[in-house]
């Protein structure tokens, strides 16, 4: 089954880097996309790809099978849920989510 | 453009009672879908379509239908509303193809069901 895992729960300080882990289990995915989530709103993508890149404070690490989110200077404003996905198998355009990692940032 | 909007913003039901969650885009993208979005439970895919006319169905499409008339619109309709249903409820489409596989999500319905 075609499957995304990502911790539930990140705790952070103010101030460094948070790292955020996903891995995944689809055979034939090679991007990945990573998506910020605030309540109330529209979850909205951070930065995607099938390499490493970076936007803005956001880093995307990227291994054939797992890919790691990184924060700089995290803020007490990026308190949220972050959100893992991979293109399903099955080739139709589906996205397979992780069940979500809420951020805790201490002051 | 507008992006993805949806309709209504909030809604109550009661047990029992039907309707349709509005979703429409104006990008000419191809692939729609829907979640659903409870705590601890992440963005689970209801139902989705990959063109006019092509439904399918996701995770947990149990108690909903879909339909695809138009490339813009992707409706959600309750049959008959549970208290399972209260949820978040989140349209998305793409391009659905080559490098174009980012979803862009509506801002969501609240669902209560009482």
């Known amino acids: 089954k075609d499957q995304v895992f990502q911790p539930s729960t990140v705790a952070s300080s103010e101030g460094a880097v948070v790292e955020i882990f996903c891995n995944h289990s689809?055979?034939?995915?090679?991007?990945f996309f990573w998506y910020l989530h605030f309540p109330g709103c529209a979850p909205r993508l951070l930065v995607k790809g099938s390499k490493p890149s970076q936007q803005g404070r956001y880093n995307m690490t990227y291994e054939r099978f797992s890919s790691s989110l990184l924060i700089l200077q995290v803020r007490e404003a990026d308190a949220a849920v972050y959100y893992c996905a991979c293109r399903g198998s099955s080739n139709t355009g589906k996205l397979i989510f992780g069940q979500g990692t809420t951020l805790q940032v201490k002051p | 453009n507008a992006g993805v909007t949806q309709t209504p913003k909030f809604q109550v039901l009661k047990t029992g009672q039907s309707m349709t969650l509005q979703c429409a885009q104006d990008m000419n993208h191809e692939y729609m879908s829907w979640y659903r979005q409870d705590p601890g439970m992440g963005l689970r895919l209801i139902h989705y379509?990959?063109?006019?006319?092509?439904?399918d169905q996701g995770e947990v499409p149990n108690g909903y239908n879909v339909s695809r008339s138009t490339t813009e619109d992707f409706p959600l309709r309750l049959l008959s509303a549970a208290p399972s249903q209260t949820s978040v409820y989140f349209c998305?489409?793409?391009?659905?193809?080559?490098?174009?596989?980012?979803?862009?999500f509506g801002p969501g319905t609240r669902l209560t069901v009482t």
């Open positions: 998305a489409s793409s391009y659905g193809r080559g490098d174009s596989y980012e979803q862009y």
């Open positions: 379509s990959v063109g006019a006319g092509i439904t």
């Open positions: 689809v055979s034939n995915a090679y991007n």
